[in-house]
C-alpha cells in the first residue's frame, strides 16, 4: 500500500536548536496513528511543518494528497469570538480563495448536521453561540468543521486536552469510526488511546523513539522517553 | 443650534464628520478589538505625528504623509512582530515613540513660524475641510465595501486564520487589507478626534456594542450607531457648554459604556 504521508530524514529548527532530528516514517492509508512524546519533543512541530506552517532544515515531507483536515489545539483558537456554531461550520465549507458576496454558493445544511452528527454533536447546537460551549463540545465542533472538507488525510493537535473524560472517550469513539476510510494522525498526551483506539504508536522526543504497535503501558512509555531507544 | 447648522458650512461640515467618523471608528473599531490590534491602532496614530511633521518641513499636505507613514507603521509592526516572534507591544512601542519623536524634530527644524500642529493632537472637528470629508468619505466607502463583499472570509480569519489558510482560504490577503484599512481610519480618524484620542472613538463604540450582542454582525452595526451617535450628541453637547468637541465625545461615550457595564453586572446579579 502507497504512503498518503511519507517524512524522509526530517530535521526542524527553531534558531539553531533542533526541535525534530532526522526523523523518518511513513504512514499508510487508513491508519490510526497516535504521535506522543514529552513535552518539546516536536509533536505539534510536525504536524505544522506537515502543514507548511514551517520550513524543514533539512529532509522531506510527501504528501500524497491535497485533501487534509486540520484540527488545531482549541487553546489557540479564540472561544470569545462572537460567532454562532453555523457560522463557524460554514468557513470550512467555503472552499480555496476569496469568496465574494455575489460569487458565494449556499450551504447545504443537511451536510452540516450530518459533520455534526459525526463529531457526537446534534443538529440544535447549530444557533448556539461557540462561548457557550463546554470544553468538549468547543473540541467536537472543531472536529466537525473539519469533516465538512471532507479530508482523506485528518491531522489532530491534542484534539483531547483540557476536556472531561466522556467527552474524551465520545472524540475517540468518532475519531475510530472514521478510520479506515479516512488517515487518522493524532498528537496526543492521552495514554488511553492506547487501549484499542490506535492501530499505531509513534514516540517522538525530537528524534524518532518508537514506531510500532499500540501496546506499551505508561512505564514503557516513560522507559522509551527515559532512554530514548529507538525500534523500528 | 439648527439655526447656526443650516447658516454655518463649519457646523455642517462637522456634522458630515461625526455623521462619518462615527461610522468608520464603528466598524473598524470591532476589527480592531477582536484582532486585537488597539495598541498597534495607537502606535500607528502616533507615527503618523512623523508623516505630518514632514509634510510641514517639506512643504506637501501633511495628511499625505501621514497616510505613508500610518501604512508604513502598519506593515513594520506586523513584520517586526513575525520575525522577531515577538508579541506586538515592542514594535508598536518602537513605532509610536520614533514616530512622535520624528514629528517633533521635523516641525522643530521648519525655517520661519511654527504651525499649529494641536488638531492633529487633539482634534478639532470645527476645523474639518471639505478635503477631509472627501477622504473620511471615501475611506468609510472602501470599508464598508470590504465588510459587505468579503464578510465570510473576513469572519474565518478572524475566527481561526490558521484553519482557514489550510481551507485555501486567502488569510493573507484579508490580514494585509485590515492592515492598509485600519491605518487609512486611523488618519482619517485623526483631523476629527486626533491622535491621542483617536483610540477612545475606535474602541469605545465597540466595545459597548459588545456589551449588547454577541452576533459580529450586529456588533458593526450597532457600533456603527454608537460611534454616529456619540459623536453628534458630543458635538451638540460642545456647542452649548463651549468645550473641545473631542473630549466631549470621549467622555460620553465611556460614559455609556460604565453604564452599560453597570446594567450587564446588575442583570447577573439580580
Not at chain 2, 490577503?173 to 492598509?180: D, P, Q, W
Amino acid at each position: 500500500m502507497s504512503p498518503i504521508l511519507d517524512i524522509r530524514d526530517l530535521t526542524v529548527c527553531y534558531s539553531g536548536q533542533p526541535a525534530l532530528n532526522h526523523v523518518s516514517f511513513s504512514i499508510n492509508q487508513g491508519e490510526f496513528v497516535a504521535i506522543m512524546g514529552p513535552n518539546g519533543g516536536g509533536k505539534t512541530t510536525l504536524i505544522r511543518t506537515v502543514l507548511g506552517f514551517l520550513q524543514p532544515t533539512e529532509g522531506s515531507i510527501a504528501v500524497t494528497t491535497d485533501k487534509i483536515g486540520y484540527v488545531p489545539q482549541s487553546s489557540s483558537v479564540d472561544r470569545s469570538f462572537p460567532i454562532t456554531v453555523r457560522e463557524v461550520l460554514k468557513t470550512a465549507t467555503l472552499g480555496a480563495g476569496l469568496h465574494p458576496r455575489l460569487w458565494r454558493k449556499k450551504t447545504d445544511e443537511s451536510r452540516l448536521d450530518s459533520c455534526l452528527e459525526q463529531a457526537g454533536l446534534c443538529e440544535h447546537y447549530k444557533d448556539r453561540q461557540v462561548s457557550a460551549l463546554s470544553g468538549g463540545e468547543f473540541q467536537r465542533l472543531l472536529l466537525a468543521r473539519t469533516l465538512l472538507s471532507d479530508p482523506e488525510l485528518l491531522l489532530l493537535d491534542e484534539p483531547t486536552a483540557n476536556v472531561d473524560p466522556l467527552s474524551r472517550e465520545q472524540i475517540h469513539f468518532a475519531l475510530k469510526k472514521l478510520a479506515p476510510e479516512k488517515t487518522v494522525v493524532m498528537v496526543t498526551h492521552d495514554i488511553s488511546v492506547l487501549s484499542g483506539t490506535v492501530s499505531r504508536l509513534i514516540c517522538l522526543g525530537d528524534r524518532l523513539l518508537y514506531d510500532g504497535a499500540p501496546t506499551l503501558t505508561a512505564a514503557g512509555l516513560n522507559a522509551y522517553w527515559a532512554g530514548g531507544e529507538h525500534h523500528a | 443650534m439648527l439655526d447656526a447648522l443650516f447658516s454655518y458650512q463649519f457646523l455642517q461640515y462637522a456634522a458630515w464628520a461625526c455623521l462619518l467618523s462615527g461610522i468608520l471608528g464603528g466598524i473598524c473599531g470591532v476589527i480592531v478589538i477582536e484582532k486585537r490590534l488597539v495598541m498597534m491602532s495607537g502606535g500607528i496614530a502616533h507615527t503618523a505625528y512623523g508623516g505630518v511633521g514632514l509634510g510641514y518641513l517639506l512643504g506637501f499636505e501633511p495628511l499625505l504623509g501621514a497616510i505613508g507613514f500610518s501604512l508604513g507603521a502598519a506593515f513594520g509592526i506586523g513584520a517586526l512582530q513575525k520575525k522577531g516572534r515577538q508579541n506586538a507591544d515592542v514594535p508598536t512601542a518602537i513605532f509610536w515613540s520614533v514616530g512622535m519623536a520624528l514629528g517633533v524634530l521635523f516641525i522643530g527644524i521648519m525655517p520661519g513660524y511654527l504651525p499649529d500642529v494641536n488638531s492633529y493632537l487633539f482634534g478639532n472637528i470645527l476645523t474639518v475641510s471639505a478635503t477631509d470629508l472627501y477622504l473620511l468619505s471615501g475611506i468609510t466607502l472602501l470599508f464598508l465595501l470590504f465588510l459587505w463583499v468579503l464578510y465570510e472570509d473576513l469572519l474565518a480569519t478572524l475566527f481561526d486564520a490558521e484553519f482557514s489558510r489550510v481551507s485555501g482560504i486567502r488569510t493573507r490577503v484579508i490580514e494585509y487589507a485590515i492592515l492598509v484599512l485600519v491605518a487609512l481610519s486611523v488618519v482619517a480618524l485623526i483631523r476629527v478626534a486626533g491622535i491621542i484620542l483617536m483610540l477612545a472613538q475606535l474602541t469605545l463604540p465597540a466595545a459597548c456594542s459588545a456589551q449588547l450582542t454577541k452576533k459580529l454582525s450586529t456588533r458593526l452595526l450597532l457600533s456603527a450607531v454608537f460611534g454616529v451617535v456619540f459623536s453628534l450628541a458630543g458635538l451638540v453637547l460642545s456647542y452649548y457648554i463651549n468645550i473641545s468637541s473631542g473630549a466631549v465625545i470621549v467622555l460620553l461615550s465611556a460614559g455609556v459604556y460604565l453604564l452599560l457595564l453597570l446594567r450587564k453586572k446588575a442583570t447577573k446579579n439580580g
